[in-house]
């Protein structure tokens, strides 16, 4: 099973600041790396699929990077409704694994 | 517009059978193309991969519930459903059902208890 690992647990930014997500798979995933983000009470919204694509009314704000075993997610200028638990998640490989989540707190 | 909806009941008795099911609205199962997934989430904590089906009937389960797994699907009522037996207190969770290998769209979820 491949471990994904996000860091950090929470990260406090301000809004109109820049959030950075990381997330580091224990083995290659190639681009196969996919971002949701959930608010409470809600089911988990995904971000972004093949490692950059963002989804379908996703906000140009949302851009994802990275191959391999690294992953990154920035948010290039916060709005209040960003503030949210993000989860990274592998398709590389059966089982589908996912990270611990980050969750995005306002400053 | 493709839309999933979880049901079933909300309270299960320990040892027994959960069972849900998604009903897929604005897509035919039976086009192909996607898996049809189920992700579970314990309370306040993260998201767990339960397993997926296929049109045809392929399934994956995530090895650490597989021995008391089974996902089948139904073509015919566009749904396709979950059961887990012998169900302890540790099943508790919001049930997700899900399209594709990665997923979109998301049902809205369903809890269930385990308890008696």
Redesign the interface.
Known sequence: ?IVMTQSPVTLSVSPGERATLSCRASQSVST?L?W?QQKPG?????LI??ASTR?TGIPARFSGSGSGTEFTLTISSLQSEDFAVY?C?Q?NN????????TKLEIK | QVQLQESGPGLVKPSQTLSLTCTVAGVSISSGGFYW?WVRQHPGK????I?FIYYNGLT?Y???LKSRLTISVDTSKNHFSLKLSSVTAADTAVY?CARG?????????TLVTVSS
């Open positions: 099973e196969n996919a949701y809600q089911a988990p919204r995904l699929y093949g989804a989860y998640q398709y059966w089982p589908y694994t996912f990270g611990q989540g | 997934n993260g998201l767990e991969w397993g994956y995530n090895p650490s997700y290998g990665f997923f979109d769209p998301w049902g809205p979820g």
